[in-house]
């Protein structure tokens, strides 16, 4: 058994770095649109800011529309899109594409309960002082609503590299490639077994990570 995991060793350190490749590029661009999509459909719900019911319901529309579809096959059906952003249908830089998108929408959706969850007086009191939407934005709704946006982001990593381990099916790479081609196609099940576990730690991280995260940010 041990000899067997040695033989791969490389392949599985390739893996791994596929797997960060894909998860952290897609997370990056997941809370940077996602945020920027939760603040918007906060504040067209919110009539403290600029309440546009069809700007919301639109991009609520869509979110709920690529939410609503299996990953696996989301996957499938944007690799045609892969192709004309990145050039290719295969790989980690094909399966990027799928995933940011994965990423965008979960978190839009995410943010949209942090910034909704923040005091409604708060943002009155300080709207009264004659501060602008801008700056309410800048110096209320986002400090409020940090803590909870660190806990979603935690979550979003988290559902973002078990998406990861799909790609394998598609020849995306990642530790979920690796499973699938020595553990399923060639029964060497102790590859799958340290792929697993490999998840398992990377998850575990994340989440201790993003615990420590919560607190520091709590206490400031």
Same mark, same amino acid.
């Given at each position: 058994?041990?000899?067997?995991?040695?033989?791969?060793? &490389?392949?599985?350190?390739?893996?791994? =770095?596929?797997?960060?490749?894909? @998860?952290?590029?897609?997370?990056?661009? &997941?809370?940077?649109?996602?945020?920027? +999509?939760?603040?918007?459909?906060?504040?067209?719900? !919110?009539?403290?800011?600029?309440?546009?019911? *069809?700007? !919301?319901?639109? *991009?609520? *529309?869509? #979110? !709920?529309?690529?939410?609503?579809?299996?990953?696996?096959?989301?996957?499938?059906?944007?690799?045609? #899109?892969?192709?004309? /952003?990145? =050039?290719?249908? /295969?790989?980690?830089?094909?399966?990027?594409?799928? +995933?940011?998108? $994965?990423?965008?929408?979960?978190? $839009?959706?995410?943010?949209?309960?942090?910034?909704?969850?923040?005091?409604?007086?708060?943002?009155?009191?300080?709207?009264?002082?004659?501060?602008?939407?801008?700056? @309410?934005?800048?110096?209320?709704?986002?400090?409020?609503? +940090?803590?909870?946006?660190?806990? !979603?982001?935690?979550?979003?990593?988290?559902?973002?590299? =078990?998406?990861?381990?799909?790609? =394998?099916?598609?020849? &995306? &790479?990642?530790?979920?490639? #690796?499973?699938?081609?020595?553990?399923?196609?060639?029964?060497?099940?102790?590859?799958?077994?340290?792929? @697993?576990?490999? +998840?398992?730690?990377?998850?575990?991280?994340?989440?201790?990570?993003?615990?420590?995260?919560?607190?520091?940010?709590?206490?400031?």
């Amino acid at each position: 058994m041990l000899q067997s995991i040695l033989k791969v060793k &490389g392949d599985i350190l390739v893996s791994l =770095g596929q797997t960060f490749y894909m @998860v952290i590029i897609s997370v990056v661009i &997941g809370i940077i649109v996602g945020t920027l +999509l939760g603040l918007l459909l906060y504040t067209t719900e !919110n009539p403290l800011f600029t309440r546009n019911k *069809v700007v !919301n319901k639109i *991009v609520g *529309v869509i #979110l !709920n529309i690529i939410q609503s579809i299996p990953f696996l096959i989301l996957m499938v059906l944007l690799l045609p #899109l892969s192709k004309l /952003i990145v =050039g290719t249908k /295969i790989g980690s830089k094909a399966v990027l594409v799928p +995933l940011s998108i $994965a990423a965008v929408a979960f978190f $839009a959706r995410l943010s949209e309960a942090s910034f909704s969850d923040v005091s409604r007086g708060v943002i009155e009191a300080f709207i009264s002082t004659g501060a602008s939407k801008a700056k @309410v934005i800048i110096k209320i709704l986002l400090p409020e609503a +940090l803590p909870s946006l660190i806990r !979603n982001i935690t979550v979003t990593t988290v559902t973002i590299l =078990g998406f990861s381990a799909m790609a =394998g099916l598609v020849g &995306g &790479g990642g530790l979920g490639d #690796l499973a699938y081609r020595y553990g399923y196609q060639r029964y060497q099940s102790e590859i799958m077994i340290v792929c @697993v576990l490999i +998840l398992i730690v990377l998850v575990q991280g994340i989440q201790a990570l993003g615990e420590w995260g919560v607190k520091k940010v709590s206490k400031k």
